[in-house]
């Protein structure tokens, strides 16, 4: 059931954990093959899940996370991923630089520096104004 203002009520989060189970699965699939970039296309696809609860945003970061990592080719990543990606992807690079584990901070920072060249200031500003679609 979705509420009037478009998110899945919290009952089912249990079916969003599900999917992103499934998705995580495909993505160490795709991993093991080294396919990063698609690897994180697969991670990105229906993010945020639409839902305020923090156990499907915390799994689905986890699985976003486990994508980002993998990634070497920054370049060759946005040469692939389509524009419509670019917004979601900036939200899951705050969030990365958020949690202070240096690995972490640094590919984000990497991929930040990259994204914005390619997809200019109103991707940071887009991805800070939107307090609806969190991740």
């Known amino acids: 059931m979705a509420s009037t203002e478009g998110f899945v009520e919290a009952d089912n989060a249990e079916a969003i954990i599900t999917r992103i189970e499934h998705k995580s699965r495909k993505i160490e699939s795709l991993l093991k093959q ?7 296309k697969t991670a990105l696809e229906g993010s945020p899940p639409k839902t305020r609860d923090e156990r499907c945003k915390s799994a689905n970061w986890i699985v976003v996370h486990r ?22 992807l900036m939200k899951y690079l705050y969030r990365g630089l958020s949690t202070g584990d240096r690995p972490t901070c640094d590919q984000c920072l990497r991929i930040h520096e990259k994204l914005t060249e390619r997809a200019g200031l109103g991707c940071i500003l887009r991805c800070l104004a939107d307090t609806v679609n969190t991740v």
């Open 34 to 40: 080294s396919k990063p970039v698609e690897a994180l």
């Open 67 to 88: 994508a980002l990592m993998a990634i070497k080719d920054v370049e060759g990543l946005l040469s692939s991923l389509d524009a419509e990606y670019y917004d979601i």
